[in-house]
């Protein structure tokens, strides 16, 4: 059985036992959990990675991802690309924890999912800093001054978070051979059109102000205009919330793909 849910940002508490059994649905062995982005578990080389990585190769299940904006994506590029289920995928955790890469399509208990990952950070109001800038140290201060939220490059932000023309294509040819027709779309963001729809409903706070379009939310529009799918599934929003008969956006839910017919 196949279960989705939403940004982990390294809290991994929602896997544990005590809380998976609390769910109408006992998690089996042969089960897949997909997180919908902003996994966490590639953030940094430190003892908090090496304890989670032994403690995910003990889960019984198998955790599926796409990338997030909040993503180490040059520890990911350390991890190769591998056929799995019909697309390319990276094994962070061999079999346990799987990356699913963009513009692939996969076949999982005959179904058929098309992933793509990644967007663009909402929490940079006070700059992506450089630390090999001479200036580094007066940007930081002026940054911190300002009490808005800033990140660093290659250390709290990364510039694959978008993708290169060369995943979009990808993902365009890939569908191309299916007759752009698949069971369920798993993305971070959402398309342009329903995060217009998603932001209508939180006319206030940050909602309307930090998540703006790009190349990706462009992309999704396209898509939306001839891709067949029954459930769109997206992270990135924080909140747990179906926008309509064929969108749900994650968070700490963890929901049963059997209930997205």
């Known amino acids: 059985m196949i279960y989705l849910t939403g940004d982990c940002h390294r ?40 304890y989670h990585l032994k403690w995910f190769s003990k889960l019984p299940f198998t955790i599926l991802w796409v990338q997030g904006n909040h993503s180490n994506f040059n520890m990911i590029a350390e991890y190769p690309l591998e056929l799995w289920s019909g697309g390319k995928a990276r094994h962070i955790v061999r079999d346990k924890v799987i990356l699913l890469e963009r ?63 060369e995943e979009l294509q990808e993902g365009r040819d890939n569908l191309e051979k299916l007759g752009y027709s698949v069971d369920y779309v798993i993305t971070h963001c959402m398309s342009g059109g ?9 006319a206030y706070g940050h909602y309307g102000s930090t998540y703006k379009k790009d190349v990706l939310t462009d992309y999704f529009d396209e898509l939306e205009g001839k891709l067949r799918y029954k459930w769109w599934f997206c992270g990135h929003y924080h909140v747990n919330l ?18 997205f017919q």
């Open 11 to 50: 809290r991994f508490e929602r896997f544990d036992k005590e809380n998976l059994i609390r769910l109408p649905h006992f998690i089996q062995p042969e089960d897949y959990i997909i997180v919908t982005g902003d996994f966490g578990l590639l953030w940094a080389k430190d003892k908090i990675f090496e």
């Open 242 to 259: 179906q926008l309509d008969d064929r969108h749900m956006v994650l968070y700490e839910d963890i929901v049963r793909l059997a209930d």
């Open 194 to 202: 329903m995060q217009d729809q998603l932001l209508d409903r939180f």
């Open 103 to 165: 513009g692939q399509v996969f076949k999982i208990e005959g179904k058929s999912f098309f992933a793509f990952g990644g967007a663009s950070s909402h929490d940079i109001q006070g700059g992506v800093l450089d630390k090999d800038s001479p200036t580094y140290d007066k940007d930081r201060k002026k940054a911190i001054r300002s009490g808005l939220p800033y990140r660093v490059r290659n250390v709290s932000w990364w510039e694959q978070e978008l993708p290169t023309e």
